[in-house]
């Protein structure tokens, strides 16, 4: 695979943690396609990148992490999901939802959730709702008041590594305004039978089932800093890049592969295609970069950039498991071909909120709105 130089640097002190989840990730994907079939989570993995030391880095300097930068993050995340997106998908949850947590709890509480992190204890991202689409933040279930707090009782979706999480970052509407909290996994929280997805399968992203649960004052979030980007947006895109530079590892090895005493690699419908597509990675990943730079730089335009940086990505990871299927014929149609479950994967981000139409919306509307 070429490399791509990039205006976009790993902090030198940080590098260490790029070369530790690259020596990790060749490991993990030894298991993607087993892991696929069974839809199993790759809780092993999971926990060989908390055991490293990684997850706890990301946490603040005052909660004893090293405060990582986005520009890491990012790379992170694109290096696990070129060779095992369900991995990458379900640490960027959880390390999102730590990391919200311990940003916006209060201080006993985000102190708590911080050494819960350091000693290997798995959070999850519990915000979808049956009726709530794209609008995963405005929860559309009250609260009910209790002595302490309030209780919940209804249900969300698509909560990637639920089943291993010890911790939640839920919402819930609250007095009719939105509400986010710290949340215990215990008896009150089940798991009704998984109905599994198409890709990204071995996510295990499932419903939960709330029947009471304690949402106490003492954990509930205030709102983030005003310079606070949140890693799952920042990530997001990335996990669409690596799936695309998996899809165009997977399009390389088959194109190079003597077909009837021809190359495919030397036709030139094969080499146009594939020039177009690797421009668009290239091009889908230095906004990816730049929206983790303004994010570094703590610049309130990282979270639009990261809608765009999104939208893009995901498309372009599409076209690229598309190109690969197309190259690779009816043996990328093979269960046991990488191609078929890299087309699937590559379908997951787009669906994922903010949808690619919600956020062709979302920025058209800027787009327009800044140039009328």
């Given at each position: 695979m070429l490399t791509r130089p990039s205006p976009v640097a790993i902090p030198a002190d940080e590098q260490h943690w790029i070369d530790t989840v690259t020596t990790l990730a060749t490991r993990f994907a030894e298991t993607a396609a087993d892991d696929d079939i069974a839809a199993r989570l790759p809780i092993e993995h999971l926990r060989a990148l908390s055991d490293s030391g990684l997850d706890a880095a990301f946490l603040p300097r005052e909660h004893g992490g090293e405060a990582l930068s986005y520009a890491t993050l990012g790379q992170v995340v694109r290096i696990l999901a070129r060779s095992h997106p369900a991995v990458a998908t379900v640490w960027l949850m959880h390390i999102g939802a730590a990391h919200a947590l311990v940003t916006t709890a209060p201080p006993e509480a985000a102190a708590h959730f911080a050494a819960e992190l350091r000693a290997g204890r798995r959070f999850s991202n519990a915000l979808s709702e049956p009726a709530g689409g794209n609008?995963?933040?405005?929860?559309?279930?009250?609260?009910?008041?209790?002595?302490?707090?309030?209780?919940?009782?209804?249900?969300?979706?698509?909560?990637?590594?639920?089943e291993a999480a010890d911790h939640l970052f839920l919402n819930a509407r609250v007095d009719g305004a939105p509400g986010f909290f710290g949340v215990s996994v215990d008896d009150t929280v089940s798991f009704p039978p998984i109905d599994e997805t198409m890709g990204m399968r071995a996510t295990r992203s499932r419903t939960i089932v709330f029947e009471g649960t304690a949402l106490t004052a003492a954990r509930r979030c205030g709102p983030p800093p005003a310079t606070y980007a949140n890693l799952i947006t920042v990530g997001f895109a990335f996990i669409s890049l690596g799936i695309a530079e998996a899809a165009l590892d997977a399009l390389a090895t088959t194109a190079h592969r003597a077909k009837g005493g021809a190359v495919l690699a030397d036709q030139q419908w094969v080499k146009q295609e594939t020039a177009m597509v690797w421009a668009?990675?290239?091009?889908?990943?230095?906004?990816?970069?730049?929206?983790?730079?303004?994010?570094?730089?703590?610049?309130?335009?990282?979270?639009?950039?990261?809608?765009?940086?999104?939208?893009?990505?995901?498309?372009?990871?599409?076209?690229?498991?598309?190109?690969?299927?197309?190259?690779?014929?009816?043996?990328?149609?093979?269960?046991?071909?990488?191609?078929?479950?890299?087309?699937?994967?590559?379908?997951?981000?787009?669906?994922?909120?903010?949808?690619?139409?919600?956020?062709?919306?979302?920025?058209?509307?800027?787009?327009?709105?800044a140039m009328g």
């Open positions: 609008h995963f933040l405005a929860s559309q279930q009250d609260a009910t008041p209790t002595a302490d707090g309030w209780s919940l009782t209804g249900r969300k979706l698509f909560v990637s590594g639920s668009q990675v290239t091009a889908a990943m230095l906004m990816a970069e730049r929206t983790a730079w303004l994010a570094d730089a703590e610049d309130p335009q990282a979270m639009p950039a990261a809608t765009e940086t999104k939208m893009l990505a995901n498309e372009v990871a599409k076209a690229a498991a598309a190109l690969a299927l197309r190259v690779g014929g009816g043996g990328a149609f093979l269960v046991r071909s990488p191609i078929q479950r890299i087309v699937r994967d590559a379908q997951a981000g787009a669906l994922m909120a903010y949808s690619v139409p919600f956020s062709q919306e979302l920025v058209g509307a800027a787009v327009l709105d």
